[in-house]
């Protein structure tokens, strides 16, 4: 029998999201003014994918942001993300190859939730043309579908997809060839935050920010660390230090568990 803690987030934190998010973004506003001291960049390439339901104009604030920093950040411009649909999984691949083209050098991936396991697919499929993947709040590590309250919602628009994958997802049976960082929320509402974590790794890691999960996309914190994973040289990827002014803002990050021997099988939500 699956234990208490690989369920779905507690109703409370579902119930809550959206003032949660608002709140964030508030903090957003409210840390504008502080957004030059974060770390620049070198102009390179960055795709941004939106999660379930989402399209360009939740990660607008992030991309904003970006490009202030100096990257060619772009949105996916495939409008709402309804899942792997014919048009999606093809744009995403076409998209990535032709900013690796246009530029010369890879492109760093960033996913929020759903767009966060598209990410790590295209990293797989394409990893030279990918510098680096940073996934928000993305359960790649989903092993049934009690572990996301987004089930029902991915399961409308499954006769729409071309790609039909079971749980866990065998994709994650070996890790990334690039660097790969997990920005996660134990205050997470959507997806169970245990389903967000990547297992340790010389090239990948966990980073724990206290967002709700509609919020990870224009979070502080969550920000702040994509900007500090962003500006490291290609080639040269280190874990994520926060600065010691910052400590607070990134909780420790907790272990990942087994997945669950015994869990239900299922379609990817």
Not at 45 to 74: E, F, K, M, Q
Not at 148 to 165: G, I, P, Y
Not at 224 to 234: G, I, K, M, N, S
Request: some cysteine; overall charge positive; charged content about 20%.
């Amino acid at each position: 029998m699956a234990s208490r803690q690989d369920d779905g987030p507690a109703l409370p934190l579902y119930l809550t999201e959206p003032t949660r998010a608002v709140g964030d973004y508030g903090l957003y506003l409210a840390a504008k003014p502080l957004m030059s001291r974060l770390p620049h960049g070198d102009g390179h390439p960055v795709l941004v994918l939106p999660g379930l339901l989402a399209d360009d104009t939740s990660t607008r604030a992030l991309r904003a942001v970006l490009r202030r920093l100096g990257y060619d950040a772009h949105g996916w411009g495939l409008g709402r993300n309804i899942g792997p649909t014919a048009s999606c999984v093809t744009g995403t691949r076409d998209l990535l190859g032709h900013l690796s083209d246009k530029h010369q050098r890879p492109v760093s991936l960033i996913g929020w939730s759903l767009g966060g396991i598209f990410a790590r697919d295209l990293a797989r499929r394409s990893p030279e043309s990918v510098r680096q993947v940073i996934t928000l709040g993305s359960p790649f590590r989903l092993a049934r579908h009690s572990q996301s309250r987004a089930t029902k919602v991915f399961d409308r628009f499954s006769h729409l997809h071309v790609e039909h994958r079971t749980l866990p997802l065998e994709s994650e049976n070996t890790p990334l060839t690039v660097p790969a960082t997990s920005i996660y929320s134990h205050y997470d509402g959507i997806v169970h935050w245990q389903t967000c974590l990547d297992t340790p790794g010389e090239l990948c890691e966990n980073i724990a920010v206290m967002a709700s999960h509609l919020g990870l996309g224009h979070h502080p914190a969550s920000i702040w660390a994509v900007a500090d994973r962003l500006a490291q040289r290609e080639g040269s990827w280190q874990k994520f230090r926060a600065p010691l002014f910052l400590r607070p803002a990134f909780p420790k990050p907790a272990a990942p568990t087994v997945a669950d021997p015994v869990a239900a099988h299922g379609t990817a939500a």
